[in-house]
Structure formats: C-alpha cells, structure tokens
C-alpha cells in the first residue's frame, strides 16, 4: 500500500508560479510511475503530466507544455510539479496518482494510489 500526500497548493496571482509536492510513503516508490491529474468544479478528472519511475519519459496535457515541469526525486520519495505562467484556467484541485507499472501513463483508470489533493486557485 502506498500513501500520498499532496502539498504546495495555494492562491496566486496569474502569471505566477507555484510548486507542488508529492510524498510517497513505502519502500517501493521508485518503482511506481507517478501521475498529476486536476479537477475544476464542475468538470472530470484530467490528466496534467506524468514521469515513469525512470524519471524519463514525461508527457503533458497540451495546455500546461512550456509551463509546467514534472519532476522526482526517487531518495525523497517525492514528486513534484512546477507550475510557472499560471492562469486562472489552472485552478482546479491537484491529484497525485501511482501506477505500480512504473509507466507514464496519462490515463485516470490505469492508476492503483491517489492523494487527497491541493487546491491550487490562480486570480486574475
């Protein structure tokens, strides 16, 4: 069993920039490919980036390509996302997610753990 616990959400202005984390509980956390999905009121789940355990590949929803970064940090048991640029179209809820198949997958179902998420809210 894995536990995720998101942080770094918060309220910023759009242009700005905001930096997520994930912490992973378990000794396996290098082996799970790890995912950033987000929900704004009223709309489903979507896929924002996702890193295999590697490190390599990443992919990215369209709207975030240039602005965000997913990165981990398999020593700390960590993911993160850099979101820079911000825009009031970003703000949803931030879902961490792992696949115990280690893969970047940017498919909501193909996911075994979730975090309990982190408001991120961009004004204009």
């Known amino acids: 069993q894995v536990q995720l616990v998101e942080s770094g959400g918060g309220l910023v202005q759009a242009g700005g920039s905001l930096r997520l984390s994930c912490a992973a509980s378990?000794?396996?956390?290098?082996?799970?490919?790890m995912g950033w999905f987000r929900q704004a009121p009223g709309k489903e789940r979507e896929f924002v980036a996702a890193?295999?355990?590697?490190?390599?590949?990443?992919y990215y929803i369209d709207s975030v390509k240039g602005r965000f970064t997913i990165s981990r940090d398999n020593a700390k048991n960590t993911v993160y996302l850099q979101m820079n640029s911000l825009k009031p179209e970003d703000t949803a809820v931030y879902y961490c997610?792992?696949?115990?198949?280690?893969?970047?997958?940017?498919?909501?179902?193909?996911?075994?753990?979730w975090g309990q998420g982190t408001q991120v809210t961009v004004s204009s």
């Open positions: 890193i295999s355990w590697s490190g390599a590949p990443t």
């Open positions: 997610a792992a696949n115990r198949r280690g893969r970047a997958f940017s498919t909501y179902g193909l996911y075994d753990y």
């Open positions: 378990g000794r396996t956390f290098s082996s799970y490919g």
